[in-house]
């Protein structure tokens, strides 16, 4: 899958961005899909990606260390200022907040969903 890096329009639309990633478009058109231009939950995520042609794991997956990812995962992330979602793909991270990144940003708890693209 090819990523172009999308940085977050405001500090609360990092979910925003990473679906834009994902899907290919821009956070304002997810903001206005969603009727929300503010924090994203879990459910918006996941429902968003499923109406796209993705498919999405149920489940929550805690990981420590890169090499336990899959190769497609959105994150969820504890870092020092709040919860956030991120984007690893084939080995990069795609965080809407630090930029494209070859290892985690600072965060304390570190959880993902496996992804898999349209067919």
């Given at each position: 899958m090819i990523v172009d890096y999308i940085h977050e329009?405001?500090?609360?639309?990092?979910?925003?961005?990473?679906?834009?990633?994902?899907?290919?478009?821009?956070?304002?058109?997810i903001c206005d899909m969603l009727g929300n231009c503010r924090e994203t939950d879990l459910t918006e995520m996941k429902d968003t990606l499923r109406a796209a042609g993705f498919k999405v794991s149920d489940r929550r997956v805690p990981v420590r260390d890169k090499s336990e990812l899959p190769e497609l995962c959105f994150?969820?992330?504890?870092?020092?200022?709040?919860?956030?979602?991120?984007?690893?793909?084939?080995?990069?991270?795609?965080?809407?907040?630090?930029?494209?990144?070859?290892?985690?940003?600072?965060?304390?708890?570190?959880?993902?969903?496996?992804?898999?693209?349209?067919v």
């Open positions: 329009p405001t500090d609360l639309q990092c979910g925003q961005a990473v679906l834009a990633m994902l899907l290919g478009t821009t956070p304002e058109k994150l969820s992330l504890e870092t020092p200022r709040c919860w956030h979602w991120s984007l690893y793909c084939e080995g990069v991270f795609y965080d809407p907040e630090h930029g494209v990144m070859t290892d985690f940003p600072a965060s304390a708890r570190r959880y993902f969903w496996e992804l898999e693209e349209p």
